[in-house]
């Protein structure tokens, strides 16, 4: 089954994610961050659609800077715009506040995929401090080995050839536009630790910048993920109960049929 | 101050809170409402971590001690607090639990000590101190005697958890009151009791006032021994009880037994042999402790005395036999002296205890025993249920609950509940006190020695306390092996150096 994965040119890409990754050993260095994250839940309700939609911007230290909430009734063609949308208001508030803004989710997705259309507005928000580092957990994405036959996301590779702290080197993207171009860096901050992805704005980071930004990273993060982002992600989850308890306070289950929500 | 919110659902009888510090197990609280103030108990407390939420290893544990540092969020600590009654019935001994449970954001707060003075230390007539509350050691713990008395009292724990510390506090507080307490002592832990108006007795049996089955067990003749017990049913003749000579008249019962030509008695000549023997070697084995020229044996307990009746001689059967007729005799007195008190009829009678007696039974397991039946268990179940009536208590102590004879203990008005690791006991105590909560029964693993739970009518409230230590008393501490062999090793060699300096050299044969 693993042999499929690794394909022909398997041991090349391996040399090659090898090559391409730097040993370096952060060591803790104080800053304030704060962890910016999204959640969104909604649920079918006799033919309208009832949704909710929050965005939080949390410190290390568990102060919330921003707790946005939007919810409503009708139907909502994309309730996932409308938390990115919130995610990036959370952003701007939190830019001024803070050392260093990490946004959960990936920059790729957010600029080419999810919401081309707030492209600008995040280019702007990202630029004005340069400050705002995406951070993925997960990456799919298969640039840095696909001319070698890639078979597995980049992510993959980087994982399987190391498992000591450090980073591969910067692969920079620029065919969405001079104004979008975009570095990332696979990175592990502790021994055995599941590598992260961090993403950034423009072509002007350095490896420097990159052991910094570790060593600013590694000073809370658990496992090898930062602590602000795992309070971000705890303190904005909208589960199916607080819409059962949404559902109550906008007096909706006095309606025939209404049980099918707090089911 | 604030301490903290109820969230979540609320019931009449149980909160649960959002606090801002970890509250003990054990601590009271005051929850604001509508109503009035209510006090609460808290059952059980948590502390979580969001920063230890989802830990896998070692190393995240780690880092995560760091973070948690940092975040004053991110520990959650939620309390399971049990409603104990509006504060201001507490206070005149009345539980009246909320109709409406106390909405969910009400306040919490810390009780004023004067709030917990009045619940916990009344100062009426009958409440005595035995210790302090364990969350809140300035307050002191009372106990109504009264009570006891009246309603019973049962003492568990495993053994050196401080249940024999708590007999005596009780017994020293009775004495103080000039009550009359009889403690049957059977490990010999209360005869050195050094406290004022003590009254240590050695107990005896006067086998003239057995009948023949209790003689029978006195003189440890086998429950299988059925011929020989019928040997001993025929001698054991009403002459013999009468006669100024008991041992000899018994003898020559069953000498006539053995003599006799009747074809039925020879058919148990041999059984009546074996009888005799018993008799013969039961004069000499026995000979402190059966006595049939004693007086009545109550005779020897003093009213308004701590009566320590020593039973460590006997054994288990004889200890059984005589616990028996104790408790007999003293139900009979009080139903007697009580009839002649309040009953219409003034007829001229001696009694001997003209005020009640709290009687306590150490190691309840033995003598009232849960999987069959004994006669100290039949006069010890006929005193749970009738002695309330004429004023004699029943204290029952055990380290065994499982073993103790549930109707028995579920007679018991109040408890005192120290450390109890075993499940089957836990249970045992769950259902005989219906009004103890499992949270606080849960508990009881985590008491240390000297602390108590107190439940029952003795107190105000189920309470945590930890008893105060009775300096008088000196045996019932876990004796030290290590001492006791290196003093030993010393005798040794103090003998020996002793011996060989008084032997004469000249005397010594070659």
Redesign the interface.
């Known amino acids: 089954m693993l042999s499929i994965l690794k394909g022909p040119k398997f041991d090349q890409i391996l040399q090659k994610a090898r090559d391409n990754w730097i040993e370096f050993m952060p060591t803790k260095e104080e800053v304030v961050t704060a962890g910016i994250d999204s959640s969104f839940n909604n649920t079918k309700f006799q033919g309208i659609e009832l949704w909710a939609t929050t965005a939080v911007s949390v410190k290390?230290?568990?102060e919330i800077l921003v707790d946005l909430h939007k919810s409503g009734l009708g139907s909502a063609d994309d309730i996932s715009s409308v938390a990115s949308k919130m995610e990036i208001e959370a952003c701007e508030k939190t830019v001024d506040e803070v050392d260093m803004v990490l946004m959960d989710g990936s920059l790729h997705s957010q600029l080419m995929t999810r919401q081309a259309n707030l492209g600008s507005t995040i280019v702007r928000i990202m630029k004005k401090k340069d400050n705002v580092v995406f951070i993925a957990k997960t990456s799919n994405t298969k640039k840095q080995f696909e001319k070698l036959g890639s078979l597995a996301g980049d992510i993959f590779y980087y994982n399987h050839v190391t498992n000591n702290p450090g980073f591969s080197k910067i692969f920079v993207e620029k065919k969405y536009g001079s104004d979008k171009i975009i570095s990332s860096t696979f990175v592990r901050l502790?021994?055995s630790?599941p590598i992260i992805k961090l993403e950034f704005l423009g072509d002007h980071h350095d490896e420097s910048e990159i052991k910094s930004i570790m060593n600013k990273l590694y000073k809370?993060?658990?496992?090898g993920y930062p602590?602000a982002l795992?309070?971000a992600h705890?303190n904005c989850k909208i589960s199916d109960k607080e819409l059962a308890k949404m559902v109550s306070l906008l007096g909706l289950s006095n309606e025939i049929g209404s049980r099918e929500v707090l089911g | 101050m604030s301490l903290g919110f109820v969230i979540g659902e609320s019931k009449p009888t149980f909160v649960t809170a959002i606090t801002s510090r970890a509250l003990s197990v054990g601590e009271y609280i005051k929850i604001s409402s509508d109503e009035g103030e209510i006090l609460g108990l808290v059952e059980r407390s948590a502390v979580s971590s969001a920063a230890f939420t989802d830990v896998k290893n070692f190393d995240e544990a780690s880092e995560s001690t760091e973070i948690a540092e940092l975040n004053k969020r991110d520990k959650t600590f939620t309390a399971h607090i049990g409603i104990l009654g509006f504060l201001e019935n507490l206070r005149r001994g009345q539980s009246i639990i909320p109709a409406i449970p106390p909405i969910p954001g009400t306040e919490i707060t810390l009780p004023t000590k004067q709030d917990l003075e009045e619940i916990f230390s009344p100062k009426k007539e009958g409440w005595v101190s035995i210790g302090n509350l364990l969350r809140n050691k300035s307050i002191d713990a009372k106990v109504n005697l009264d009570k006891i008395v009246s309603r019973h009292l049962g003492i568990l724990a495993m053994t050196g958890m401080g249940k024999s510390n708590l007999v005596s506090l009780v017994t020293k507080q009775i004495s103080k009151l000039k009550g009359t307490v009889i403690i049957f002592d059977y490990h010999n832990d209360y005869t050195s009791l050094n406290i004022p108006r003590i009254n240590v007795i050695d107990a005896k049996i006067n086998p003239r006032l057995l009948d023949s089955e209790q003689l029978s067990d006195v003189l440890e003749i086998r429950e299988s021994a059925t011929v020989q017990q019928r040997v001993l049913r025929m001698a054991f003749t009403e002459n013999v009880k009468k006669s100024s000579e008991f041992w000899k008249k018994l003898e020559s019962e069953v000498d006539f037994i053995i003599n006799s030509d009747d074809n039925k008695l020879k058919e148990i000549r041999s059984s009546a042999y074996r009888v005799q023997d018993i008799v013969e070697d039961a004069q000499r084995r026995f000979e402190d402790i059966l006595d049939p020229d004693m007086g009545d044996p109550i005779s020897f307990i003093k009213e308004g005395c701590a009566n320590v009746l020593n039973i460590s001689e006997l054994s288990e059967k004889q200890a059984n036999v005589a616990l028996a007729f104790y408790l007999q005799q003293l139900l009979k007195d009080r139903k007697d002296a009580s009839i002649a008190q309040h009953g219409k009829t003034k007829r001229e009678r001696n009694f001997k205890f003209n005020s009640p007696v709290f009687v306590i039974i150490e190691e309840a397991h033995v003598f009232i025993p849960k999987d069959h039946d004994t006669s100290a268990k039949y006069w010890a179940a006929k005193i749970a249920r009738e002695g309330r009536k004429f004023g004699l208590g029943l204290g029952i102590v055990s380290q065994r609950p499982r073993s103790v004879d549930l109707n028995v203990l579920s007679q018991m008005g109040s408890f005192a509940i120290m450390k109890i690791i075993q499940e089957d006991d836990q249970r045992q105590i769950a259902s005989a006190t219906e009004s103890t909560s499992r949270e606080l029964i849960s508990q009881l693993t985590s008491l240390n020695v000297g602390d108590a739970v107190l439940v029952g009518q003795w107190s105000n409230l189920p309470s945590l306390v930890h008893v105060e230590e009775v300096k008088e008393k000196i045996m019932g501490a876990d004796q030290s092996a290590i001492n006791a062999w290196a003093k030993a090793d010393k005798m040794k060699g103090i003998a020996v150096e002793s011996t060989q300096g008084l032997v004469q050299k000249d005397l010594l044969l070659d």
């Open positions: 290390s230290n568990g502790s021994d630790t809370t993060s658990v496992g602590y795992k309070l705890n």
